[in-house]
């Protein structure tokens, strides 16, 4: 197994549990992957994601293996706070009425039909393209023909909200969940629309201890069940001869294997394996820039979750298209010490902001260096022009952005290439023709991001090692 994310973790836990030996081999010091963790006189940090949705997927994974989540996961009566250019601000709740009591009528019936569409869309598509493998050309035949129309294949995902009547400012928050599948949402097919159904309909979940807390559980569970995690150990080739995979090689060792599973973004995989791959030359998917703040006071304006919005989110997104960092970014802050108070000091707090980026990460490049420094000091200064926080009130500030993120994907995108078509939401599929023994998985694969997503990915490259093992398995 080469690294140790989500996805990787995920499918070790799986295999192990079905009596598979497993050694798992990990560049960083640290397991995890893009889900970090970083601590600061008191203040801890997830440095990578932080909303939690499709509890149940972890819960399964554990209970693969016999156990129970031994995470605390609470589920977050407010989901997140909007507030928009305009200065309206809107929370969005788990409860539907408490949530549309807050708009004009107009708004409030869009919303509904706009969450029964999400609805019906994950409904249709998450069997198909979420809990089994990679969909066959006869399945996706049989998918499209019985349910094709409801994708809504001939709009884009603009062009669906524009049709359901939703304002401007309607518009731009249900837009912005293609971002959670690395889109450009004014180039995303409608049907990314689904996504907003998994925080809205599904709810959102804050793991006590923080994701870093689940990152550790599954380490553990994988170590119980004899997993060997071999961590600073960077995997530096995938072996493979006349067409079938059979290890990898590392600066210490060569590890022959029966079957690899890669859990690496795609593109890296390819780079290992020593072969071409066309996808390093498709458009990649949102990076992101994070900005993290230990702060000494607090802030009433913002919740758990909070997004504030640009003021001109097309003008956003193009200055991505064209490779820049956004000028008056649309800001999603992460606060998890509003609900677990040992996140911070006592009267402190602990802020994640994030802003979109385009994937150029480069870790070569020193100018990038100075470019996101100068970033993270213009971020501060839009969150002081909004009325978020002041510099005075930081006491300690770090970033991460596209160069530090290019350790885990391809120009530090975050989940491999852009959706912009139909064909393209379906991810890459998990075996590459004429490669045997080798099974992908992670969030740039199928079933596609996110850390659920990431941990499926991993459970169905678990089952197909299983079978290519002739191990029977309940997978
Ligand atoms: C800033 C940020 C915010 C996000 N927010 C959210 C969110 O709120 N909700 C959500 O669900 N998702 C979010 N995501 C996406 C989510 O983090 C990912 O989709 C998920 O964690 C991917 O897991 P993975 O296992 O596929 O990949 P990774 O986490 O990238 O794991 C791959 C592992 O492989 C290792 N590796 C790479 N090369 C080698 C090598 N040569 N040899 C050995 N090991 C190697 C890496 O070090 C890494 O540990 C966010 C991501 C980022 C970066």
Same mark, same amino acid.
């Given at each position: 197994?080469?690294?140790?994310?989500?996805?990787?973790?995920?499918?070790?836990?799986?295999?192990?549990?079905?009596?598979?030996?497993?050694?798992?081999?990990?560049?960083?010091?640290?397991?995890?992957?893009?889900? !970090?963790? %970083?601590?600061?006189?008191?203040?801890?940090?997830?440095?990578?994601?932080?909303?939690?949705?499709?509890?149940?997927?972890?819960?399964?994974?554990?209970?693969?293996?016999?156990?129970?989540?031994?995470?605390?996961?609470?589920?977050?009566?407010?989901?997140?706070? %909007?507030?928009?250019?305009?200065?309206?601000?809107? &929370?969005?709740?788990?409860?539907?009425?408490?949530?549309?009591?807050?708009?004009?009528?107009?708004?409030?019936?869009?919303?509904?039909?706009?969450?029964?569409?999400?609805?019906?869309?994950?409904?249709?598509?998450?069997?198909?393209?979420?809990?089994?493998?990679?969909?066959?050309?006869?399945?996706?035949?049989?998918?499209?023909?019985?349910?094709?129309?409801? *994708?809504?294949?001939?709009?884009?995902?603009?062009?669906?909200? &524009?049709?359901?009547?939703?304002?401007?400012?309607?518009?731009?928050?249900?837009?912005?969940? *293609?971002?959670?599948?690395?889109?450009?949402?004014?180039?995303?097919?409608?049907?990314?629309?689904?996504?907003?159904?998994?925080?809205?309909?599904?709810?959102?979940?804050? $793991?006590?201890?923080?994701?870093?807390?689940?990152?550790?559980?599954? /380490?553990?569970?994988?170590?119980?069940?004899?997993?060997?995690?071999?961590?600073?150990? +960077?995997?530096?080739?995938?072996?493979?001869?006349?067409?079938?995979?059979?290890?990898?090689?590392?600066?210490?060792?060569?590890?022959?294997?029966?079957?690899?599973?890669?859990?690496?973004?795609?593109?890296?995989?390819?780079?290992?394996?020593?072969?071409?791959?066309?996808?390093?030359?498709?458009?990649?998917?949102?990076?992101?820039?994070?900005?993290?703040?230990?702060?000494?006071?607090?802030?009433?304006?913002? /919740?758990?979750?909070?997004?504030?919005?640009?003021?001109? %989110?097309?003008?956003?997104?193009?200055?991505?298209?064209?490779?820049?960092?956004?000028?008056?970014?649309?800001? %999603?802050?992460?606060?998890?010490?509003?609900?677990?108070?040992?996140?911070? $000091?006592?009267?402190?707090?602990?802020?994640?902001?994030?802003?979109?980026?385009?994937?150029? !990460?480069?870790?070569?490049?020193?100018?990038?260096?100075?470019?996101?420094?100068?970033?993270?000091?213009?971020?501060?200064?839009?969150?002081?022009?909004?009325?978020?926080?002041?510099?005075?009130?930081?006491?300690?500030?770090?970033?991460?952005?596209?160069?530090?993120?290019?350790?885990?994907?391809?120009?530090?995108?975050?989940?491999?290439? *852009?959706?912009?078509?139909?064909?393209?939401?379906?991810? +890459?599929?998990?075996?590459?023709? /004429?490669?045997?023994?080798?099974?992908?998985?992670?969030?740039?694969?199928?079933?596609?991001? /996110?850390?659920?997503?990431?941990?499926?990915?991993?459970?169905?490259?678990?089952?197909?090692?299983?079978?290519?093992?002739?191990?029977?398995?309940?997978?």
């Amino acid at each position: 197994m080469v690294g140790a994310g989500f996805a990787g973790l995920s499918a070790a836990v799986h295999l192990a549990a079905a009596g598979v030996e497993v050694t798992v081999l990990e560049q960083q010091e640290h397991i995890g992957g893009k889900a !970090g963790n %970083y601590c600061w006189q008191g203040y801890r940090f997830d440095t990578g994601p932080s909303v939690l949705t499709l509890p149940d997927i972890l819960h399964k994974t554990f209970a693969s293996a016999g156990q129970r989540l031994p995470v605390k996961l609470v589920p977050l009566e407010q989901i997140c706070r %909007y507030s928009f250019a305009s200065g309206r601000v809107w &929370d969005v709740y788990r409860d539907v009425d408490k949530t549309i009591a807050q708009l004009s009528s107009h708004d409030a019936r869009a919303y509904q039909e706009l969450l029964a569409v999400a609805e019906h869309m994950h409904k249709i598509s998450a069997p198909t393209f979420l809990y089994d493998e990679s969909p066959s050309l006869g399945k996706l035949l049989r998918f499209g023909l019985r349910y094709g129309w409801k *994708a809504f294949p001939h709009k884009n995902l603009p062009q669906l909200l &524009d049709h359901f009547g939703a304002s401007p400012e309607l518009k731009q928050f249900f837009l912005r969940f *293609a971002t959670y599948f690395g889109a450009d949402p004014f180039r995303a097919p409608a049907i990314l629309h689904n996504i907003s159904w998994a925080e809205l309909g599904m709810g959102v979940y804050y $793991p006590i201890g923080g994701i870093s807390a689940l990152v550790r559980a599954l /380490g553990d569970l994988a170590r119980e069940l004899g997993v060997e995690i071999r961590t600073s150990e +960077p995997v530096t080739q995938i072996v493979h001869r006349d067409g079938r995979v059979d290890g990898v090689s590392t600066d210490r060792a060569i590890y022959r294997s029966d079957v690899v599973i890669s859990a690496l973004d795609i593109v890296t995989t390819y780079q290992l394996l020593g072969v071409p791959c066309r996808l390093a030359s498709r458009e990649p998917s949102l990076s992101g820039f994070v900005l993290l703040l230990a702060l000494r006071g607090g802030a009433e304006m913002v /919740g758990h979750h909070s997004v504030s919005f640009s003021p001109e %989110y097309e003008t956003e997104f193009r200055e991505i298209r064209q490779g820049r960092f956004p000028r008056d970014p649309t800001l %999603y802050i992460n606060v998890s010490s509003k609900t677990d108070l040992s996140d911070a $000091p006592q009267g402190g707090e602990n802020w994640f902001v994030m802003a979109n980026a385009p994937a150029r !990460g480069d870790s070569s490049d020193t100018q990038q260096a100075g470019d996101e420094e100068a970033y993270a000091d213009h971020l501060l200064t839009v969150l002081e022009r909004r009325g978020f926080t002041e510099r005075k009130a930081v006491a300690h500030r770090k970033y991460l952005g596209p160069r530090s993120l290019s350790r885990y994907g391809h120009r530090g995108s975050i989940y491999g290439i *852009a959706p912009h078509t139909l064909i393209s939401t379906i991810r +890459p599929s998990q075996t590459i023709k /004429g490669l045997e023994c080798l099974f992908l998985a992670g969030g740039t694969v199928h079933p596609g991001g /996110g850390m659920p997503l990431a941990v499926l990915s991993g459970r169905h490259a678990a089952a197909m090692s299983l079978r290519k093992l002739r191990i029977s398995s309940p997978l």
